[in-house]
């Protein structure tokens, strides 16, 4: 399996902060990346795949990049409602998902 | 607007059996892929299983194979997945996701997702 590991697991932010979350594969993976946002006590929510492909919904301040096997999502400008649990996930082969970084209050 | 409502969860002992089920509306079941994705307490995220839209495909996590089955119903929208030799490291919250977009069969991102069901396995 490839295995996803994500930078840094946790990340203190203020509103208003830029923010990037880093996710690297174990291999090469093309663009086969999404990204989701939990919640506590709620179910993972869709921002991004293929990379950097916003998902219908989610605001423009969440964007994705990379290729291969480094990536990164960001938040140009954190608000409120951003302060959760980020994963990736690869769907290259079997999908496997990074160990999340929780961005919390600062 | 999708819909994906697990039930079954429960509290079990060790090796023992228990059926999970997701009814999903609001989309045309029969033609999505649809997986199990579980979250033990205060860990990351595991796909268990997976099944293909006509049910003719189906893929399992090393940890999970031979123990768990995956199968659907579309006549009556439900997805399950049937738990035999349960164990202490089964425990966690078990999600019932469909299909977003593919690289290939059994590869894909999770477009929606259910609310969850707990299933806890202690003696």
């Known amino acids: 399996d490839i295995q996803m590991t994500q930078s840094p697991s946790t990340l203190s932010a203020s509103v208003g902060d830029r923010v990037t979350i880093t996710c690297r594969a174990s291999?090469?993976?093309?663009?086969?990346l999404a990204w989701y946002q939990q919640k506590p006590g709620k179910a993972p929510k869709l921002l991004i795949y293929?990379?950097?492909n916003l998902e219908s919904g989610v605001p423009s301040r969440f964007s994705g990049s990379g290729s291969g096997t480094e990536f990164t999502l960001t938040i140009s400008s954190l608000q409120p409602d951003d302060f959760a649990t980020y994963y990736c996930?690869?769907?290259?082969?079997?999908?496997?998902f990074g160990g999340g970084t929780k961005v919390e209050i600062k | 607007e999708v819909q994906l409502v697990e039930s079954g969860g429960d509290f079990i002992q060790p090796g023992g059996s228990l059926r999970l089920s997701c009814a999903a509306s609001?989309?045309?079941?029969?033609?999505?892929?649809m997986s199990w994705v579980r979250q033990a307490p205060g860990m990351g995220l595991e796909r268990v299983s997976g099944?293909?839209?006509?049910?003719?495909?189906?893929y399992y996590a090393d940890s999970v194979k031979g123990r768990f089955t995956i199968s659907r119903d579309s006549p009556k929208n439900t997805l399950y997945l049937q738990m035999n030799s349960l164990r202490v490291e089964d425990t966690a919250v078990y999600y019932c996701?469909?299909?977003?977009?593919?690289?290939?069969?059994?590869?894909?991102?999770?477009?929606?997702w259910g609310q969850g069901t707990l299933v806890t396995v202690s003696s």
């Open positions: 996701a469909k299909e977003g977009g593919r690289r290939a069969p059994g590869y894909y991102y999770f477009g929606s």
């Open positions: 609001g989309f045309t079941f029969s033609s999505y892929a």
């Open positions: 099944i293909s839209d006509n049910g003719g495909s189906t």
């Open positions: 291999q090469t993976i093309s663009s086969w």
């Open positions: 293929q990379a950097s």
């Open positions: 996930q690869q769907y290259n082969s079997y999908p496997t």
